[in-house]
């Protein structure tokens, strides 16, 4: 079975310009989170969807950060304009319950350069 | 404030050796509690997860994990550790009084010495 994939693995950006990173979850897993990664504050939850629908973005830094999840086998986070300090690396996850009481399966990150 | 804590950002053992990486978590009556190990350049890959019942818990790769209520811990141990464990390891606790939502600790960095 096929993990979650994310993509792209590497991006470099310059200042200003837009990113969007994308998702697709394993099928049959209802739920699907954001985390981004930075040395500073490690692992961070951004947001997460369960069905489709946004539950909790009380983690998405600024309204430069933006993401969807148009259907099931689908997610973007997207960030406009970005800047140096958004430098990370992003993770996908996704779970067949909820983040607290199961198991989450995590894509192998994008990681995001912005110069 | 901080909802779990590993105290040690690196820890270096030799192949063959035991290891333990200390875990706490901050509150929570009935707190679920994983680790999770990262290679470098991949993701996380949970090792072992604690949700009620027996204290102590098996994971893959060796790995088991003891929870004790008093002292607030979930720490992960192995009796005999191999050169291919070198990675980081994340603790996170959730759970109901978590909102439901994975909080993780700050990560462990182990080097295996051969």
């Known amino acids: 079975d096929a993990g979650v994939i994310q993509s792209p693995r590497h991006e470099v950006t310059e200042m200003g310009q837009e990113v969007t990173l994308r998702c697709k979850p394993i099928s049959g897993h209802d739920y699907l989170f954001w985390y981004r990664q930075t040395m500073m504050r490690g692992l961070e939850l951004l947001i997460y969807?369960?069905?489709?629908?946004?539950?909790?973005d009380s983690g998405m830094p600024e309204d430069r950060f933006s993401a969807k999840m148009p259907n099931a086998s689908f997610s973007t986070l997207k960030i406009q304009p970005s800047e140096p300090r958004d430098s990370a690396v992003y993770f996908c996850a996704s779970s067949l319950f909820g983040a607290g009481t199961g198991e989450l399966f995590f894509g192998e990150g994008s990681r995001l350069t912005v110069l | 404030a901080q909802s779990v804590t590993q105290p040690d950002i690196h820890i270096t053992v030799s192949e063959g050796a035991s290891l333990e990486l200390r875990c706490n978590y901050s509150?929570?009556?009935?707190?679920?509690l994983f680790w999770y190990v990262q290679s470098p350049g991949q993701g996380l890959q949970l090792l072992l997860k604690y949700f009620s019942g027996d204290t102590l818990v098996q994971g893959i790769k060796g790995f088991e994990a003891e929870f004790k209520r008093s002292q607030s811990s979930f720490n992960l141990r192995k009796p005999s550790v191999h050169w291919s464990d070198a990675a980081e390891y994340l603790c996170?606790?959730?759970?109901?009084?978590?909102?439901?939502?994975?909080?993780f600790g700050a990560g462990t960095i182990l080097r295996v010495k051969s």
């Open positions: 996170a606790v959730g759970g109901v009084e978590y909102g439901n939502k994975l909080v």
């Open positions: 969807f369960n069905n489709n629908v946004p539950i909790d």
């Open positions: 509150y929570g009556a009935t707190p679920y």
